[in-house]
């Protein structure tokens, strides 16, 4: 496959939400709550997040760790969005999809924010392993 997914429906409004949130966040813990409360209401990766209890807000607070590179700038420095759109095309890709899904978006954002998202998900009650147990039958 040499061109490149097209993300569905709900991958379209998800990256585009965030095109419009991720830029006000101060941290990279900030930017990962953000993609989670945008994500747990689409698609398949919606569907999964819900089925372990993700709820709107955290059950416990998140501490933001400012990333001392920043200097008090946007977070990440690079376009964060477009970052996870190609690394969700790749994913797709991978599994040898032409269209881009949520569950390849929250894949996406659990491998570029690392324990940045980990620590979001602890927050709401669940973790990476019970998240991807739940996202994973759909891709059977």
Do not use: K, N
């Amino acid at each position: 496959m040499s061109t490149r997914p097209a993300p569905d429906l709900d991958a379209a409004m998800v990256l585009g939400m965030a095109s419009t949130a991720i830029p006000f966040a101060r941290s990279r813990s900030s930017q990962a709550e953000r993609w989670l409360r945008i994500l747990r209401l689409h698609g398949e990766a919606g569907t999964a997040l819900q089925a372990v209890g993700v709820s709107e807000a955290p059950l416990v607070g998140v501490a933001e760790h400012p990333d001392p590179a920043d200097g008090g700038e946007r977070p990440g420095g690079g376009d964060i969005v477009a970052s996870v759109g190609e690394t969700a095309a790749e994913l797709a890709r991978g599994r040898g999809a032409q269209t881009i899904t949520t569950r390849d978006i929250l894949r996406a954002v659990m491998d570029l924010y690392g324990s940045d998202f980990s620590e979001v998900l602890r927050a709401h009650g669940t973790d990476r392993d019970e998240v991807l147990d739940r996202l994973e039958p759909a891709t059977a």
